[in-house]
């Protein structure tokens, strides 16, 4: 598949958005900036950087819909695969840097955490996401693959409940530390929501309305 070419502005500002939290957490480690506990710091900044990542993704064809940046939609696969980087980093960090690869003893946390099986889960759908990205997965999976890339959905709610759980406090009786998975987890709702087909139909008629009364309101003015 051929893409448009686009903007080459809006090409650098779509990556500076993927390099600019790990760019932050690097600065942030070298200048002394980091918690007590360094390696966790590292590992929740890049964990919540995925989020970020991940919510952008999500927030392409939203934007599409209601304001009609059709080139947005052609950088969405570069944003999921930094989401994918960051997540990379993330488990790098905690199963590799911090765990020094323990097997026995990341089962034992897992099981005694079972946030990090939702983690873990998101994970797997971003891997299998990033790898079939590509247009020769497109091509060979035909309708297929649009099915396959929905588990998005289920990725990007598996992380605000990893994210809400790894947070002290609890979640089901709003207590605690868990204002920002709140608030993500709202944002991502409100996402979700504006992907629904029939949504996505209505904002699309009233917006093409709105265009429809702008240009004739202007051609009056003429």
């Known amino acids: 598949m051929k893409h448009k070419e686009t903007s080459p502005l809006l090409r650098i500002l779509v990556h ?25 710091d590292i590992e929740q900044r890049l964990g919540r950087s ?6 952008a993704t999500l927030a392409v064809t939203p934007l599409t819909t209601l304001f009609g940046w059709h080139s947005l939609a052609l950088h969405r696969r570069k944003l999921g695969l930094y989401a994918f980087m960051y997540f990379s980093l993330h488990f790098i960090t905690f199963a590799v840097v911090d765990y020094g690869l323990n097997l026995q003893e990341i089962f034992r946390l897992t099981l005694e955490k079972p946030f990090i099986i939702l983690g873990s889960l ?17 091509r060979k999976m035909g309708k297929r693959w649009k099915k396959l890339h929905r588990l998005v959905y289920i990725a990007s709610l598996a992380v605000i409940f990893h994210y809400a759980l790894s947070q002290k406090g ?6 605690g530390n868990i204002l920002k998975p ?38 009056s003015r003429l």
């Open 122 to 138: 998101a994970g797997f759908i971003l891997l299998l996401l990033a790898i079939t990205s590509f247009d020769f997965f497109m």
């Open 16 to 40: 500076l958005l993927g390099v600019t939290p790990l760019v932050i957490i690097l600065a942030t480690a070298l200048s002394g900036g980091l918690s007590v506990n360094p390696i966790q």
């Open 50 to 55: 995925a989020l970020y990542l991940l919510v």
């Open 170 to 175: 609890d979640i089901f009786s709003l207590q």
């Open 182 to 219: 709140l608030l993500w987890g709202i944002v991502v709702g409100l996402l979700l929501v504006l992907r629904l087909p029939w949504v996505r139909r209505k904002i699309s008629s009233l917006r093409q309305s709105f265009l429809v009364k702008r240009s004739a309101l202007k051609d």
